[in-house]
């Protein structure tokens, strides 16, 4: 299968940021050219050091055209000039972001529903996240998706849908062939035991 969409990814950062390795894994990763955007998901640090991580990860994602966008907190998103944000079922009202945010992109889980993902798109999310399709260790997983619901969500719209949950190289290209847009991609490039970060995204193609 050929991909139309060369920059397929969108990268989850791993839960925890090693400073002095980090930042020049990340530069490798998106030199790959390979991901169209970069989530910031640390949920267990301080807004300060979230604040001086998004400031060195930032001129990284412009160097390689890469969105980049914080999860879960608006007011730290617009503080670091982040693209946009991304929001959970319980994290702050999409009309409350929006007020922040203004032109900025949000997207929005919406697990594995038709009826969530229609609010959000009715709501005026820019994308939507589906999943998680299979097993992952990155979090805890309430909600299953099939492959199938993809081909659904997007006869209703085109706003781009994201992929999520335990996606590697094994399985990935079967979420493009049913119409993922994206793919959001953790624990297979950050926490992979056979390949480096740089060796895991080559992987795919």
């Known amino acids: 299968m050929k991909i139309q969409n060369k920059r397929f990814i969108y990268l989850i950062s791993p839960t925890k940021i090693v400073y ?37 990860i930032l001129p990284i994602c412009k160097k390689y055209k890469v969105k980049f966008l914080v999860n879960d907190d608006p ?3 617009l503080k670091v000039n982040a693209d946009g944000c ?16 203004k032109n900025k992109i949000i997207g929005i889980t919406c697990h594995n529903s038709i ?9 005026g999310a820019n994308y939507i996240a589906i999943g998680a399709f299979y097993k992952t260790k ?40 049913n119409k993922a847009n994206f793919l959001a991609i953790s624990g297979y490039i950050w926490n992979n035991k056979k390949y480096n970060p740089n060796e895991a995204i080559e992987r795919l193609k």
Do not use: C, W
Request: hydrophobic letters at 45%; zero cysteines; proline letters at 2%.
């Open 115 to 123: 009826k969530l993902a229609r609010n959000a798109l009715i709501s």
């Open 75 to 77: 007011v730290l998103a």
């Open 20 to 56: 002095n390795t980090f930042f020049k894994s990340l530069e490798l990763v998106l030199k790959s050219k390979k991901v169209s955007f970069f989530q910031l998901r640390l949920k267990n640090e301080k807004l300060s050091k979230k604040i001086l991580i998004s400031k060195r």
């Open 138 to 177: 990155t979090k805890k997983i309430r909600f299953r998706a099939k492959p199938y619901i993809l081909r659904k969500i997007k006869k209703i719209t085109k706003n781009p849908i994201v992929a999520i949950g335990g996606i590697n190289e094994k399985n990935y290209k079967k979420l493009l062939l």
């Open 86 to 101: 991304h929001l959970g079922q319980k994290d702050m009202n999409i009309v409350e972001a929006r007020k922040i945010l």
